[in-house]
């Protein structure tokens, strides 16, 4: 079982940026794919980004594309979620979450294990 820790968040402005890190641990994640997700008040979860295991496959959601960078850190079982001109629709718990196999799912049941999330709050 892996479980996965988010940290990063927090209240930034518009225009800011922040860094969300989410640490793996219960087994090596070889050939699996992590993501992130987030999850507005009263909306449902939606897919932010993900990346595989060799790094060169990444996928982003349209609403992120150009403004958030995904990457990892496979020797210390890491993915990071790089997130520069902020808006507030932007705000949302974000998850961290990983899948066997290709990065290019953007499902939530696609993914086996999740983080406990991390709050992201952009202000106007």
């Known amino acids: 079982q892996v479980q996965l820790v988010e940290s990063g968040g927090g209240l930034v402005q518009a225009g800011g940026s922040l860094r969300l890190s989410c640490a793996a641990s219960g087994r090596t994640l070889f050939n699996y794919a992590m993501a992130w997700f987030r999850q507005a008040p009263g909306k449902e979860r939606e897919f932010v980004a993900a990346?595989?295991?060799?790094?060169?496959?990444?996928y982003y959601a349209d609403y992120v594309k150009g403004r958030f960078a995904i990457a990892r850190d496979n020797a210390k079982n890491t993915v990071i979620l790089q997130m520069n001109s902020l808006k507030p629709e932007d705000t949302a718990v974000y998850y961290c979450?990983?899948?066997?196999?290709?990065?290019?799912?953007?499902?939530?049941?696609?993914?086996?294990?999740w983080g406990q999330g991390t709050q992201v709050t952009v202000s106007s």
């Open positions: 979450a990983v899948k066997y196999g290709s990065s290019r799912a953007s499902e939530m049941n696609e993914y086996n294990n």
């Open positions: 990346i595989s295991w060799g790094r060169t496959d990444l």
